[in-house]
């Protein structure tokens, strides 16, 4: 929308600053920041007034000890205040009706939807949230949608449809059929919504990681906008892509004001309403940019959290044994004694070593 402001340079000449993702990237980063930072405070007490509290999901899990029972006092879809941000802040600062941006709020919203009403369920109906395998396949239903529109579109016709590897300048595979490579997307952005919830366990460790991975893809679809730059570095150009940097550093701002009140001792969850979100989008950008495998990497402590949860489960159900004290893996490390505030920057060391890693995958090709 401020974009607009460009018309007017011949009379203001700083408009012309309005012209460049980078300036209008920042400017989404900070405004996202603001408005979280902001509305923080109203967003709790909103909250609270609702009653919008979760029992543990470690309830019968852990030993009762390990429980802090603050925690069931303090409200969850927190989630809302990081969509508004995402939202507001995009559509300020992106270029106006742009269509890979529109694919990428949509699909935030929805996902943000379908968190919303599995949270709503367990705040507000005191019930266990929706069944598990309906909101999976609502999940499902989105990212294929999102991965179907993505390639109809003139600028990432196709695209899709190619298999990127790490390390290689060119596709090891091109022009796979259309259903395996939505399918592939759609599983991408699923497990990635998925493994970033599964994360959501401690205060401020989800998005903390959240806002290295983000970075990480911003970058990279920076790279993917522009022409000089994909040449150079072998990544495949997708015009108009650039404005997903704006998508992407809102997102970033969005995180970083509500950390401010989602660390340790948080006064605020996002909730699924959130973190299906933010996993969602995050995945969709690694589709768009061709990177999906990638994404093993970058968010890695995701990858962990969630194959913990799938190792742990497989393990006990045909050898009734764990391997792990308790998951997700952070929990594993709770009963070994650790602080959760060293649980929470350990992880995030983590998060940004691999994200940097990640990002000298493009020069090593």
Known sequence: ML??????????????????????????????????????PYTVRMLKRLNATAPSR????????????????????GGILIIASIAISTILWSLPLNPLVTVFLVTLLALGAVGFWDDYTKVLGNR?????????????????AAAVYLDSLPETHNLLRQVMVPFL????????PGYVAFGFAALVVVACSNAVNL???????????????????????????????????????????????????????????????????ASMFMGDTGSLALGGSIGLIAVLVKQELVLVIVG????????????????????????????PIHHHFERLGWPESQIVIRFWIISGILALIGLATLKLR
Not at 128 to 144: D, H, S
Not at 169 to 176: D, R
Not at 246 to 263: D, P, S
Request: with cysteine; glycine share 8%.
């Open 128 to 144: 266990n949230g929706i069944p598990g395998r309906l909101k999976l396949l609502m999940q499902i239903v989105i990212a294929f």
């Open 58 to 77: 470690l309830k019968g899990l852990v030993p009762d000890e390990l429980l802090n029972p603050e925690k069931d006092k303090v409200p969850s879809m």
């Open 300 to 327: 890695g402590v995701f990858v962990v959290e969630a194959l913990s949860v799938i190792i742990q489960v497989i393990s006990f159900r045909l050898f009734r044994k764990r391997v792990f004290l308790c998951t």
């Open 169 to 176: 300048k060119a596709p090891l595979i091109e022009n796979i």
């Open 199 to 265: 994360t959501d366990g401690k205060d401020g460790l989800a998005v903390g990681c959240s806002i290295s991975c983000i970075l990480t893809y911003g970058i990279f679809a920076y790279f993917c906008g522009h022409k000089m730059f994909a040449g150079y570095l072998n990544v495949p150009f997708i015009p108009g892509a650039s404005e997903v940097v704006v998508f992407a550093a809102a997102i970033m701002g969005a995180c970083i004001g509500f950390l401010w009140y989602n660390c340790l001792p």
């Open 3 to 40: 974009y607009f402001l460009t018309n007017f340079a011949d009379h203001f000449g700083p408009f012309r600053l309005f012209q460049y993702v980078t300036f209008r990237a920042a400017g989404a980063a900070i405004t996202a920041m603001m408005i979280a930072f902001i509305f923080g």
